[in-house]
């Protein structure tokens, strides 16, 4: 199986501009998950996609959001670009049933740099 | 707040030998726990996993011991190799749904040749 991937690999944007990140889950897969990746606060969960619901939200602002497609490939906005989002963007997903539904598996990632 | 805790930044080891890398966390509500392996500009390999009725679990030279009293996991890499030279991250998870990983900080790891 092809594993999960994410377009487009690197970015650079200006502050106050908006950007979407794109990802495709493993063949199968429905939940995907957003994470951050910075060197100061590591690995952090933005949020969850399930059968085009979000499921659950981690600990970010409003200017961060998402959407998941029918054919489970997610979308992330973020709005208003900060130098702070300058990190790792990275796309995880995992099956809905089996005895992996609860192991996420990662995209290369999307590294963005605002300046 | 930091539930999941890996305290050493860094550890060596000689090729061939016992990789023992430690993991802590705060929160009993958890109770799945992974190990994955990063490469720098690479999202994170999922290694191994565990949950929480187990205490061992061992995938070839992965080994992954939980101690739930003491909110202690470790992962042994045996014997070591230098391609197992990376980041590793500890992650765990309450499976109530929702999927939503709590990342430790990560502990490079030198297999030295």
């Known amino acids: 199986k092809a594993g999960v991937t994410q377009t487009p690999r690197y970015l650079i944007k200006t502050r106050g501009q908006q950007v979407t990140l794109s990802c495709s889950p493993i063949?199968?897969?429905?939940?995907v998950s957003w994470y951050q990746q910075t060197p100061g606060q590591g690995l952090q969960f933005l949020f969850e996609?399930?059968?085009?619901?979000?499921?659950n939200k981690g600990n970010f602002p409003g200017r961060f959001s998402g959407r998941q497609f029918s054919n489970s490939r997610s979308e992330m906005n973020v709005s208003t670009l900060e130098l702070g989002d300058s990190a790792l963007y990275l796309c995880?997903?995992?099956?809905?049933?089996?005895?992996?539904?609860?192991?996420?598996?990662f995209g290369p990632g999307t590294r963005l740099t605002v300046t | 707040d930091q539930q999941v805790k890996q305290n050493s930044p860094s550890l060596s080891v000689q090729e061939g030998r016992i990789s023992i890398l430690n993991c802590d966390y705060t929160?009993?509500?958890?109770?799945?726990f992974l190990w994955y392996k990063k490469y720098p500009a690479e999202g994170p390999t999922f290694l191994i996993s565990?949950?929480?009725?187990?205490d061992k679990n061992e995938d070839g030279r992965f080994t992954v011991f939980l101690n739930k009293s003491a909110k202690h996991l470790s992962l042994h890499i045996v014997p070591s190799q230098p391609g197992d030279s990376a980041v590793y991250f500890c992650?765990?998870?309450?499976?109530?749904?929702?999927?939503?990983?709590?990342f430790g900080t990560g502990t490079r790891l030198t297999v030295i040749p």
């Open positions: 929160n009993s509500m958890f109770d799945y």
């Open positions: 992650a765990a998870s309450v499976r109530t749904g929702a999927n939503n990983l709590f």
């Open positions: 996609y399930f059968s085009e619901t979000q499921r």
């Open positions: 063949s199968g897969h429905r939940s």
């Open positions: 565990i949950s929480s009725i187990k």
């Open positions: 995880a997903s995992s099956p809905s049933s089996g005895s992996q539904r609860y192991e996420q598996y």
